[in-house]
């Protein structure tokens, strides 16, 4: 069946090459067509094209874009939307002046959700998790990665990644799961950490192999939390199983992580708060994705990661939301492309590319997903007419979207 959205003010995210990742200067020069229509065959796109030129006919169906935008849909590379109860208390306990290692220490944080999640069922964790998955879908996100690592028990790692499973079996979303074994010492094991990687190397992540229940591999490469030596050791392991790397590093330190993951060939080293020209100079060159997360910056009022200079040096960017209850409990992307702007001072332009095609590509998706390419799946969003691409993310809080797209299908 042949779709046509005709009377698009504008096209966005227009990659005719097919790059799977667009580095340095290219990020700020997606290119844009306006006044333009799109044509849709089998869920993907497969010809766009300005009116003033001819729109195509024949088409089954036609959808009016009433001189909107027109976006490729976000693709959020980087999210922990798994997750049982809440943790407003440790938003007041930040507040009054702790930090976030020191709840972590009081045995608060991540450990406090593993217990929550060790007491929910399959089932609503599968429901509690799937109104997040609709949240963000219906705010333009149509790719996500989605993490492990509220269990930290093999049962519970194990009951995660099932959820996460399902999800993916029953939403037209794109999803991705990582295994995150390693992403804080179980209670039980307290004192005991070499005891707990032991656990994820030796026993958990066979059983995550043997279901075939992960794409990735992450650690939480960081002071307070697993050493370099650690996460090479965990990363090894899971690449005999075939899990490629994307690892939580420099959040809280500089920690060697980035360096650890450009070594190892992770897909993506995420965070990177911590991180100035030593990290920049690591990941040149490398395949590697910088990944950053200014919603969780922002949440946790820390420091920004060197987003300039590494633009400035060549490297691709990404951004993702890292929607999880400690650190960012929200999964707009948008509003992550606004902060990406306020305080990382990267342009409306880069930041969406940073949200799509090289989100797409921290996923091993960019083939498939990510930019407005002919072939690629029909993923995208409709806004009301807009003055500029730079509105969308300027005016961050006005409700743009009118209609949202995955695979060819509207999605409500
Ligand atoms: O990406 N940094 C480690 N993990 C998460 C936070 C997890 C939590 O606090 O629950 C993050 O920020
Ligand atoms: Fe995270």
Not at 327 to 351: D, F, K, Q
Request: charged share 25%; glycine share 10%; aromatic share 8%.
């Amino acid at each position: 069946m042949r779709t046509l959205v005709d009377n698009i003010g504008c096209i966005f995210g227009i990659e005719r090459q097919g790059r799977l990742r667009l580095c340095g200067e290219d990020m700020g020069r997606m290119e844009t067509l306006k006044d333009a229509w799109l044509l849709i065959e089998d869920g993907r796109i497969s010809a766009f094209g300005r009116r003033a030129e001819g729109v195509p006919e024949n088409a089954g169906r036609i959808i009016d874009a009433a001189g909107g935008t027109l976006f490729p849909s976000f693709c959020d590379s980087h999210t922990h939307l798994v997750y049982a109860g809440s943790r407003e208390q440790e938003f007041l306990d930040k507040i009054n002046g702790l930090s976030y290692e020191e709840i972590a220490r009081r045995g608060g944080g991540i450990l406090n959700s593993a217990d929550r999640l060790h007491a929910a069922s399959e089932d609503e964790l599968y429901a509690t998790a799937m109104e997040r998955v609709r949240e963000i879908a219906r705010m333009g996100t149509g790719c996500v990665e989605i993490k492990s690592g509220y269990g930290l028990s093999t049962e519970d790692e194990l009951k995660m990644l099932r959820v996460i499973r399902r999800i993916r079996e029953s939403v037209p979303l794109e999803v991705r799961a990582t295994f995150l074994g390693a992403h804080a010492v179980a209670r039980a094991y307290r004192g005991r950490q070499d005891a707990y990687v032991d656990l994820v190397c030796d026993e958990m992540l066979p059983a995550v192999a043997r279901e075939g229940l992960a794409d990735f591999i992450d650690v939480f490469c960081d002071e307070g939390f697993f050493t370099v030596a650690e996460t090479e050791r965990i990363i090894g392991e899971g690449r005999k199983y075939g899990l490629r790397a994307k690892i939580h590093a420099n959040e809280l330190a500089v920690s060697g992580g980035v360096q650890a993951g450009v070594r190892c060939g992770a897909l993506s080293v995420d965070h990177l708060e911590s991180s100035g020209p030593e990290e920049i100079e690591a990941l040149r060159g490398s395949e590697t994705m910088p990944t950053l997360l200014p919603g969780a910056a922002f949440f946790l009022g820390m420091s920004n990661p060197p987003a300039r200079g590494m633009i400035r040096a060549g490297l691709g960017v990404a951004l993702a939301s890292d929607y999880n209850p400690g650190s960012s409990p929200s999964g707009n992307m948008r509003m992550v492309c606004s902060l990406a702007s306020i305080r990382l001072r990267m342009t409306p332009r880069e930041a969406l590319c940073a949200a799509t095609l090289n989100g797409a590509y921290a996923m091993g998706l960019s083939r498939d997903f990510g930019s407005i390419t002919p072939g690629k799946a029909a993923n995208f969003f409709l806004t009301r007419p807009l003055p500029s691409v730079e509105f969308f993310t300027y005016a961050y809080q006005t409700p743009l979207i009118e209609k949202v797209f995955l695979r060819g299908e509207e999605y409500r």
